[in-house]
Each structure stands twice: as C-alpha cells, then as structure tokens.
C-alpha cells in the first residue's frame, strides 16, 4: 500500500544558509555523522505530516535513517483522500495482512463513532511479521491525518504500552507536549523492546539522547559539549 510521495534517501532541506541540509541543525552542531545503523527485524512506514519534516527537534528523520527496513512518506491529503485506497484497505483477500496503525484503537473509534470491534487493538503477539505505520507529527496533525485519511480508517491498530523497566526519558525538545506522550523515536524504540529487540532499542535510544544535545546545541548555536 502506498502512502503518500516516498521520501527521498538523499533528502535535502532548504533551510538558512547555517544549517545543514541533511540533518537541518546548525552547521556547528551537525548530526550527519552521528546517524546509527540499527539492524531490525521491524518493518516501519512512517507517514509525516508536511509541516514537521523541516522542524529540527523533529525525530522522525532519524528513525528513518537508523532503521534498516524503515520508509517514510508524506503526508498528502488529496492522494490519501482516494476511494482507490479505501478499496485497497478493504481487499481481504490480499495475500498480505494489513499495515498496522501506531495508534491507540480509543482514540480512532472517537474519530469514527464506532465501537472497539470497528478497530480492532492487536496484540504484541499479532505484531510479529506485520507492517507497521507510524504517524509522525503533533497529536493535532496526527488527528487531523486520521480523520482526512480514508486508507488510515480502516487498518488494526497497536497502541504501544509503557514498560516500567524500560529507560524512558522525558521528551524535552518541545513545549506543551502531551502528558506523558512520546515522540516518534522514543516510541520505535520502546516498541523494539517489546517486541524482544532490546540491543536495537537501546541503541534508538542513545541515539536520540545524543540527538536531543546536537538540537539543544544548534539551537543555542554552539558546539555539542563533550
């Protein structure tokens, strides 16, 4: 199924003429170097909303480049509006099962007026071999693809559960963050410990603490203090 235009690998940002653009920080506090190579039995679309892509702290870019079997697209409201992608999201006797959505079921049966059987929450088990779809944007972006998506509204979903023994840390790169929400790296990466990648997921992880200092660095416009 696809989602929207397949993002690039040799992306390009049009951005200030102090600023990188492959990673979009500052010239002093580049990540290009940085990126992780992370070795991963999961298989992940990220769809990104069209105003998030540009935003420096946005983590969505380096799931991207740290996962082997990861895409991502963007978000496009006309093509995802398509009849021809609700038919395909329908078609049940597609030799694949369907993607499923990154998103609590609560939250999509709101949006529809359904009850829970209409979006049905998957199991960690079920997960296994599926792909999966993460929505990358603000919570208000993320509603506001769902509702204007018909290819989205038909697809299980997985809402990816808190692991107390997992070392999440708060997502400090914005302000008015939801209560207890995630960005995108932070939830693949306690995603990949559910689903028993613990080396992988501790690897995102790092990777996106080292990330959260080269943001703090550009925006400060400095170097990333040793």
Not at 21 to 28: A, E, G, I, S
Not at 81 to 104: C, G, K
Not at 132 to 160: A, N, T
Request: glycine residues 2%.
């Amino acid at each position: 199924m696809r989602w929207g235009e397949t993002i690039p690998s040799s992306i390009s940002f049009e951005l200030e003429v102090d600023r990188c653009t492959k990673c979009r920080l500052r010239q002093v506090a580049c990540f290009c170097e940085q990126w992780p190579r992370i070795d991963s039995e999961l298989k992940l679309d990220i769809l990104v909303h069209e105003k998030e892509l540009n935003k420096e702290s946005n983590t969505a870019l380096l799931i991207w480049k740290s996962l082997s079997n990861c895409q991502m697209f963007f978000w496009q409201r006309t093509l995802m509006a398509e009849n021809a992608f609700e038919d395909i999201a329908e078609d049940r006797s597609a030799p694949e099962p369907l993607p499923v959505l990154l998103l609590p079921a609560r939250l999509a049966n709101r949006y529809q007026g359904q009850d829970s059987r209409y979006h049905p929450m998957l199991s960690i088990e079920q997960l296994k071999g599926r792909s999966l779809l993460l929505l990358d944007g603000s919570w208000q972006q993320v509603r506001k693809m769902y509702r204007q998506s018909k290819s989205l509204q038909h697809l299980p979903c997985f809402e990816i559960p808190v692991s107390a023994d997992f070392p999440m840390e708060t997502f400090s790169l914005r302000r008015n963050q939801q209560a207890d929400g995630f960005c995108s790296a932070q939830a693949i990466a306690l995603l990949l410990w559910h689903m028993a990648e613990k080396t992988q997921a501790k690897q995102l992880l790092e990777a996106f603490n080292l990330f959260g200092q080269h943001v703090e660095a550009s925006r400060n416009n400095h170097f990333v203090k040793a």
